[in-house]
């Protein structure tokens, strides 16, 4: 598909940012403007959607600049400049901003329709919270956070003369030789024993900012504050909770029970810590792809047996270079899709080294991808500002649907067989992970003066009530304390992780779905995708057909429903 750029109607066509007088009278054309008329007032509404996409987009390609190539001091200088010189600046204004459309004479005419009524709703959040003095709190937070990545990304091992990153080092723990998975796992912990102390340094001083914020906006703590800030309007903390006792019944036992018939196949009482990713009867890890090339072939393949618009998207990426795949020093760890508002056309970054990892989350982020392409013609910015209950849905259920496809990638069907149950197995395995992180970030911030021991402590105490008590982690017990500082979004993203948990619930339902009616399922699937955020998340759930329920009842059907699917084979 040939997709360009819309044309501007307020902003500059080539607009280059490079000082904040560069957009300053934008703001200030905005903020005076008469917006008397009906007419004149959308009209500022979609102008101050258009700056917002600008803006957005430019802060965008800064942050993947600066991922892709860490080391480079010009992308880093790039992108703090913006959270350093820019976003102070747009903070006031978008509190003018704000009052300005909530004040409206046309405000609760518009807000009378479903999408004005979302998007306005967060506003108004966005209104309430504001404080003048979190503004230069803000830009620390955003500077420091992102530190996190830079020690991520310098994090590597020596082995055989080679270089590795951590994500390379990682799939050597998939091989069946113990020797070797104790060599490398040994070279991890001592990587990561370096830099024990500097993340837990680095996380205090994130809680105290981010407590410090939270009482300036007249909050207790910083979790009700996030969690409203986030815009969590349609569950409570209490359904968080919740969810919590629902992993630890449903979902921990049937980990065991999986957990311990891989014991018996391994020939072991207990795992060590370097077992838990092998396979237990000593297959060689799943190698589905070479390189990135290859990973992106296949992919598009499968794409176009679910839905060729679905294939259109990843060729469109692909044409555009919005895609950088392959894992390579220097690069920051993980993986995302960063949705480019104005364009339409989102950015895909992974670290992909051969792994069947690497191939769930190349279809991962092509669900996120898929979802940007189907919202990209909605009206105003504020539509597409997805919550993640939304966005992970897209991007979990796309694993889902083209697992019955992954045979383009092994033409061997007892790999494809394994594939697929390995998939099933870690959704399952991911579920308490999730639920622990959620629960060990509720206490750390209903708790932000306690004590690094302290945290390491919480941190110990809930991994037994999530895990199965069949690892023996002797002599690696500071690390298993510390495990939870490998997740990135308890440093950059605070409280945005439960939503993988609920979204892969969703998803679930959705593939649930696919194996009664895929054509069906599909077609459910995208409508929702259509809506962006224009309605509930219960709505766009609806709109999947499925529920959007966590409850224990209903983990408890899914659970069932997971366990029959792997006793098929």
Same mark, same amino acid.
């Not at 957005?56 to 993947?64: G, L, N, S």
């Not at 690069?331 to 995302?336: M, T, V």
């Not at 104005?342 to 092509?366: K, Y």
């Not at 909605?378 to 597409?384: I, Q």
């Given at each position: 598909?040939?997709?360009?750029?819309? !044309?501007?109607?307020?902003?500059?066509?080539?607009?280059?940012?490079?000082?904040?007088?560069?957009?300053?009278?934008?703001?200030?054309?905005?903020?005076?403007?008469?917006? &008397?008329?009906?007419?004149?007032?959308?009209?500022?509404?979609?102008?101050?959607?258009?700056?917002? *996409?600008?803006?957005?987009?430019?802060?965008?390609? =800064?942050?993947?600049?600066?991922?892709?190539?860490? +080391?480079?001091?010009?992308?880093?200088?790039?992108? @703090?400049?913006?959270?350093?010189?820019? +976003?102070?600046?747009?903070?006031?204004?978008?509190?003018?901003?704000?009052?300005?459309?909530?004040?409206? #004479?046309?405000?609760?005419?518009?807000?009378?329709?479903?999408?004005?009524?979302?998007?306005?709703?967060?506003?108004?959040?966005?209104?309430?919270?504001? =404080?003048?003095?979190?503004?230069?709190?803000?830009?620390?937070?955003?500077?420091?956070?992102?530190?996190?990545?830079?020690?991520?990304?310098?994090?590597?091992?020596?082995?055989?003369?080679?270089?590795? #990153?951590?994500?390379?080092?990682?799939?050597?723990?998939?091989?069946?030789?113990?020797?070797? =998975?104790?060599?490398?796992?040994?070279?991890?912990?001592?990587?990561?024993?370096?830099?024990?102390?500097?993340?837990?340094?680095?996380? &205090?001083?994130?809680?105290?900012?981010?407590?410090?914020?939270?009482?300036?906006?007249?909050? /207790?703590?910083?979790?009700?504050?996030?969690?409203?800030?986030?815009?969590?309007?349609?569950?409570?903390?209490?359904?968080?909770?919740?969810?919590?006792?629902?992993?630890?019944?449903?979902?921990?036992?049937?980990?065991?029970?999986?957990?311990?018939?891989?014991?018996?196949?391994?020939?072991?009482?207990?795992?060590?810590?370097?077992?838990?990713?092998?396979?237990?009867?000593?297959?060689?890890?799943?190698?589905?792809? #070479? !390189?990135?090339?290859?990973?992106?072939?296949?992919?598009?393949?499968?794409?176009?047996?679910?839905?060729?618009?679905?294939?259109?998207?990843?060729?469109?990426?692909?044409?555009?270079?919005?895609?950088?795949?392959?894992?390579?020093?220097?690069?920051?760890?993980?993986?995302? @899709?960063?949705?480019?508002?104005?364009?339409?056309?989102?950015?895909?970054?992974?670290?992909?080294?051969?792994?069947? =990892?690497?191939?769930?989350?190349?279809?991962?982020?092509?669900?996120?991808?898929?979802?940007?392409?189907? /919202?990209?013609?909605?009206?105003?910015?504020?539509?597409?500002?997805?919550?993640?209950?939304? *966005?992970?849905?897209?991007?979990?259920?796309?694993?889902?649907?083209?697992?019955?496809?992954?045979?383009?990638?092994?033409?061997?069907?007892?790999?494809?067989?394994?594939?697929?149950?390995?998939?099933?197995?870690?959704?399952?395995?991911?579920?308490?992970?999730?639920?622990?992180?959620?629960?060990?970030?509720?206490?750390?911030?209903?708790?932000?003066?306690?004590?690094? /021991?302290?945290?390491?402590?919480?941190? &110990?105490?809930?991994?037994?009530?999530?895990?199965?008590?069949?690892?023996?982690?002797?002599?690696?017990?500071?690390?298993?304390?510390? *495990?939870?500082?490998?997740?990135?979004?308890?440093?950059?993203?605070?409280?945005?992780?439960?939503?993988? $948990?609920?979204?892969?619930?969703?998803?679930?339902?959705?593939?649930?779905?696919?194996?009664?009616?895929?054509?069906? *399922?599909?077609?459910?699937?995208? @409508?929702?995708?259509?809506?962006?955020?224009?309605?509930?998340?219960?709505?766009?759930?609806?709109?999947?057909?499925?529920?959007?329920?966590?409850?224990? $009842?209903?983990?408890?059907?899914?659970?069932?429903?997971?366990?029959?699917?792997?006793?098929?084979?």
């Amino acid at each position: 598909m040939k997709i360009e750029r819309n !044309t501007r109607q307020f902003v500059a066509e080539y607009l280059v940012i490079d000082s904040w007088e560069a957009i300053h009278g934008y703001f200030t054309d905005l903020v005076n403007r008469d917006i &008397s008329k009906k007419e004149d007032f959308v009209r500022w509404l979609k102008d101050k959607s258009e700056i917002e *996409a600008v803006l957005e987009e430019d802060a965008a390609w =800064r942050y993947i600049k600066m991922t892709i190539d860490t +080391q480079s001091e010009e992308f880093a200088n790039a992108y @703090n400049f913006f959270i350093q010189k820019i +976003q102070p600046e747009l903070a006031p204004f978008d509190d003018q901003l704000n009052k300005k459309l909530v004040n409206s #004479t046309f405000f609760e005419e518009l807000n009378k329709e479903e999408a004005y009524r979302i998007y306005f709703r967060s506003v108004k959040t966005e209104l309430d919270l504001f =404080r003048e003095e979190n503004i230069p709190l803000m830009a620390q937070l955003n500077e420091k956070s992102s530190k996190f990545g830079s020690i991520s990304a310098a994090q590597n091992i020596e082995h055989n003369g080679e270089k590795l #990153t951590m994500q390379k080092a990682a799939s050597l723990l998939k091989e069946p030789n113990e020797t070797l =998975r104790k060599t490398i796992f040994d070279k991890m912990t001592a990587v990561r024993r370096d830099d024990l102390e500097k993340l837990d340094a680095l996380f &205090s001083e994130l809680i105290g900012l981010r407590h410090q914020v939270a009482i300036n906006a007249g909050f /207790s703590n910083f979790r009700d504050y996030k969690l409203q800030s986030m815009g969590r309007f349609d569950y409570t903390k209490e359904d968080c909770f919740n969810f919590h006792s629902a992993i630890k019944k449903c979902i921990v036992p049937l980990v065991k029970e999986i957990q311990q018939e891989k014991l018996r196949l391994f020939g072991k009482d207990k795992f060590k810590p370097w077992d838990t990713d092998v396979d237990p009867e000593g297959k060689a890890p799943l190698k589905p792809f #070479t !390189t990135g090339q290859e990973l992106l072939a296949g992919s598009i393949k499968m794409f176009d047996q679910l839905d060729t618009y679905f294939g259109d998207c990843l060729r469109t990426m692909n044409e555009m270079n919005h895609l950088d795949l392959d894992s390579k020093a220097g690069k920051a760890p993980g993986g995302y @899709n960063y949705p480019l508002y104005e364009i339409g056309v989102p950015f895909i970054f992974m670290n992909a080294v051969g792994a069947q =990892r690497d191939l769930v989350t190349m279809v991962h982020e092509g669900g996120h991808a898929v979802h940007s392409f189907l /919202s990209r013609e909605l009206e105003l910015t504020g539509f597409k500002s997805l919550p993640s209950e939304v *966005a992970e849905l897209a991007s979990m259920s796309m694993e889902m649907l083209t697992m019955n496809l992954w045979k383009e990638f092994y033409a061997n069907e007892a790999d494809f067989k394994r594939a697929k149950k390995e998939q099933l197995e870690t959704i399952l395995k991911i579920l308490p992970w999730i639920a622990q992180i959620d629960e060990f970030q509720h206490w750390i911030y209903e708790n932000p003066t306690h004590s690094v /021991s302290e945290r390491h402590a919480k941190w &110990s105490q809930i991994s037994k009530e999530y895990g199965t008590g069949l690892t023996d982690w002797t002599g690696y017990e500071d690390m298993q304390a510390s *495990a939870w500082q490998r997740q990135l979004h308890l440093f950059e993203v605070p409280f945005y992780y439960i939503e993988y $948990g609920i979204a892969q619930l969703g998803a679930l339902g959705v593939w649930k779905n696919s194996l009664e009616n895929l054509p069906k *399922a599909i077609e459910d699937y995208k @409508n929702a995708l259509r809506l962006g955020y224009t309605k509930t998340i219960p709505e766009i759930y609806k709109t999947a057909n499925i529920r959007f329920d966590f409850t224990e $009842g209903y983990l408890k059907e899914l659970a069932d429903f997971v366990k029959e699917e792997l006793s098929r084979g």
